[in-house]
């Protein structure tokens, strides 16, 4: 059994976190969910607009990654083409951490097909992303308060690297 499957019996001595999970439920279901979604909406037709006119700059194209394939992780400038204004690459986040492995050499650990999203306790397909050995998120991202300690591998999109014969 995952542990993803229980994760909402996990650590939730603290009674401020169960009053946090019990409002998320409630707001998830109140007319603030539709207002979202059709945020969502405006957000994904300014998105399409924007991919058609960053249609001119090529991209790099995607490769058939394999495990123990060894890869090369692109330059900052050859990214930054890939990424739209949120550091993003078809919804694939670009972390600030990963810049630093930009030029250096690493070896495919595995393809991702499917992984789960926790927000929204769902299965998703993935698209040209890979985990790369020794990777791993640090936790320091600035986004986690206090810091995440979970050591989570990163997604590479396959754009953002270069296969090396």
């Not at 890869?71 to 810049?99: A, Y």
């Amino acid at each position: 059994m995952c542990q993803i499957n229980t994760i909402n019996e996990m650590g939730l001595d603290d009674p401020s976190l169960k009053i946090k999970k019990h409002f998320g439920i409630t707001v998830r279901m109140s007319g603030i969910f539709l207002f979202i979604r059709e945020i969502r909406k405006f957000k994904t037709k300014k998105m399409i607009s924007q991919k058609e006119d960053a249609k001119d700059t090529p991209s790099p194209p995607a490769i058939d990654l394999k495990p123990e394939n060894l890869v090369r992780v692109r330059s900052r400038e050859q990214i930054l083409q890939t990424l739209d204004e949120n550091h993003k690459l078809d919804g694939c986040l670009f972390m600030e951490e990963m810049w630093q492995y930009c030029g250096s050499q690493h070896k495919v650990l595995k393809r991702v097909n499917y992984f789960f999203d926790e927000r929204g306790a769902k299965l998703y397909k993935a698209c040209n992303i890979v985990l790369l050995e020794g990777i791993h998120c640090s936790g320091k991202q600035g986004t986690f308060l206090p810091q995440c300690d979970r050591n989570c591998y990163v997604f590479w999109k396959e754009k953002w690297l270069e296969k090396i014969e």
